[in-house]
């Protein structure tokens, strides 16, 4: 299960690859939500890039072994954070469809992300009761393998 957030959300914009030739992380941008008629403007702005195509990355990428190949415009998700602020005047849900714009004028920022983020997006302790208890059987279990049995030889 995964738990987001309502005041720290994103979009994933799905850029045409030619689009993506000036697009610089920490370039801001703008985002209208279908859920507002477009009429609320969220202020954003670039903060990653994927490192391939949606279609690269998905469970069944589809195949084409007949040889007859069409170009088809590939997208690629470009993250675009929504301020805080604009979130709490104007409030979102998970899955909307939005428009976004970027301004590309100052390209000076870096195309891809100098390191990874290593903070989870979320992260949830609910289960670790439930966990530790199951780790403790588990040892208990490899301890009770591990002993020597009554005839003097190790349990297999």
């Known amino acids: 299960m995964t738990v987001i957030p309502l005041n720290e ?7 045409k690859e030619v689009q993506l030739r000036d ?7 703008q985002v209208r939500s279908d859920l507002y008629g477009g009429n609320y403007l969220y202020h954003a702005h670039v ?23 069409i170009k088809i415009v590939q997208r690629v998700p ?18 909307l469809s939005a428009t976004v714009t970027v301004d590309t004028t ?5 195309v891809l992300a100098l390191q990874s983020a290593h ?3 979320g992260d949830t302790r609910v289960y670790a009761q ?16 591990l002993a020597p049995n ?3 030889g190790a349990a297999h």
């Open 9 to 15: 959300l994103w979009v994933d914009a799905n850029f």
């Open 23 to 29: 697009l610089r992380i920490g370039q801001p941008a």
């Open 47 to 69: 903060t990653g890039m994927s490192a391939g195509t949606g279609a690269a990355f998905a469970l069944l990428p589809a195949q084409n072994a007949s040889g007859n190949w």
């Open 78 to 95: 470009v993250r675009i954070d929504i301020d805080a602020a604009d979130l709490a005047k104007s409030p979102l849900r998970v899955g």
């Open 106 to 110: 100052h390209r000076n920022g870096p």
């Open 119 to 121: 903070q989870p997006v």
């Open 130 to 145: 439930d966990l530790d208890k199951a780790d403790a059987e588990a040892d208990a279990i490899v301890r009770q393998n």
């Open 150 to 152: 009554a005839q003097g």
